[in-house]
């Protein structure tokens, strides 16, 4: 598997020579034997957040580039990812399986990337936090959680703008027993897209979506390069636009769906149907960083996702059976203790 000689010097401390890796509590690159920090300085910084024009009835003009970063495949669930300088895995980030290498194959050049802000001291307070405010969780649980450890990786994703220039059909009803009517409506709305935040792999999961979607801000892009990945593993973009507006498009109709509710404003909508004529389409290839812990409980792999912007937490957990039909047994007895007191109060 080639490497490029570029991307390791530029890794290189200036000091000792050593390797370098990216610190998120310093926001710079830190020597991993000296600890020097040293400034990722990349030209053009403000173009990060640029957007590139897709027309949907003409060839795509961002074709794939042959992989020449160490990429490792996952023997469990298939994921990809790339490592850049001195940062090695036996796990895969996405389920925690063995990571082997893999072969030389083609991507989409990735545009810009949000470096980690959060570190993995911090990610880790924030699972078992998160772990210890889960009510009726079993009481070993924070035991268990606390012998996993986080992983960092940067997801792929993208960002689309469009116009959507929609027709719709739907009923509604009014009334209810004997009244109830039902009544079909129709219309024409614009709906615009914004940095729409979807993601670009099928690893990408809800649990990691929701763990960083509402973090995104365009602002707080930068250009990929390699100072801001090293230390940390990453997914590569193996989608054309084409193929991600495809992907994502049944999260985009579900959007669609809730703004015609809105503008109907009436209960019980419903047999939506509607056309939409899509125009002015920008993309974005980006990477976001996330915190991974992994960890099983009753032979069941469950894990916990740490935003690496700003912490926000999202998590799987079990519960125990014994506090659950405890905390059901006192809603039951206070539900009986407010009916008797009630019942005595009219007595009297």
């Known amino acids: 598997m080639p490497q490029v000689a570029a991307e390791q010097d530029e890794l290189k401390c200036s000091n000792c020579a050593g390797q370098c890796a990216w610190d998120a509590r310093a926001q710079a690159l830190s020597c991993t034997s000296c600890g020097t920090a040293h400034e990722v300085v990349v030209p053009d910084d403000h173009d990060a957040a640029a957007e590139y024009a897709f027309n949907a009835r003409s060839p795509e003009n961002d074709p794939p580039m042959l992989g020449e970063e160490r990429t490792f495949n996952c023997q469990s669930c298939g994921g990809e990812v790339l490592f850049v300088g001195p940062a090695l895995s036996e796990r895969c980030p996405y389920c925690n399986g063995a990571v082997v290498l893999g072969v030389t194959d083609m991507g989409y050049r990735t545009k810009a990337l949000i470096p980690f802000k959060v570190d993995a001291e911090f990610a880790q307070r924030q699972a078992l936090e998160w772990i210890s405010k889960r009510w009726a969780a079993p009481s070993n649980l924070k035991s268990i959680v606390e012998k996993g450890r986080v992983a960092g990786l940067y997801a792929p994703f993208w960002t689309f703008d469009s116009r959507e220039a929609v027709k719709y059909w739907a009923k509604y009803t009014t009334g209810s027993g004997d009244n109830r009517r039902t009544h079909s409506t129709s219309g024409q709305m614009d709906v615009v897209f914004d940095d729409l935040l979807m993601p670009a792999s099928p690893h990408v999961t809800p649990l990691i979506r929701d763990g960083i979607l509402h973090d995104f801000d365009p602002d707080d892009l930068k250009p990929y390069t390699a100072g801001f990945l090293a230390g940390f593993a990453a997914e590569r973009h193996h989608q054309s636009v084409a193929q991600g507006l495809h992907d994502n498009r049944a999260d985009k109709d579900l959007l669609i769906r809730n703004r015609i509710k809105r503008r109907i404003n009436k209960s019980g909508v419903h047999a ?64 009986l203790a407010l009916g008797w007191v009630w019942g005595a109060a009219g007595w009297l």
Do not use: C, N
């Not at 960083?289 to 998590?315: C, F, N, Q």
């Open 272 to 335: 939506i149907r509607f056309q939409t004529d899509t125009t002015g389409i920008h993309y974005r290839r980006i990477l976001l960083p996330v915190w991974i812990l992994h960890y099983e409980y009753a032979d069941k792999p469950m894990k916990v996702v740490i935003s690496g912007i700003d912490g926000r937490t999202y998590g799987e957990r079990p519960f125990s059976i014994w506090k659950m039909a405890g905390f059901s047994a006192l809603l039951s007895a206070a539900a």
